[in-house]
């Protein structure tokens, strides 16, 4: 893997862990009373597709585990749609989903 690839699930890894951190204590429902809550992780989201756009396509071969399509069409829908996000979605990636993305970066960043 070359550095840039690196740098970039180093920064994907760092978002994820950001999102878990801010969803932790929480409920879905603070995503409609708190816009500052529902700004951060949709933030968090956005930044963890557009770091994973720039993976290069030999990398993301090479780790097929990551769902590097579902991470950066939610960043297009962030950055595109940003009118209609489903805040639902927001929830499920920032309080479960980031966990799983947690574990298998740090499992390839440890191979590296």
Known sequence: MNERDETRLRDM?????RANKFAKG???DDLDDNDMLAYALARAIEIIGEAATNVS???R?????????DITGMRNIIVHDYVHLDFDVIWQVASQ????LIRQLEAILNEA
Not at 61 to 69: A, D, E, L, V
Not at 97 to 100: G, L
């Open 13 to 17: 890894l760092d978002e994820a862990r």
């Open 26 to 28: 929480r409920t879905r």
């Open 61 to 69: 071969s090479q780790y097929p585990q990551i769902n590097w399509k």
């Open 57 to 59: 396509a030999e990398t």
């Open 97 to 100: 989903r980031s966990v799983e």
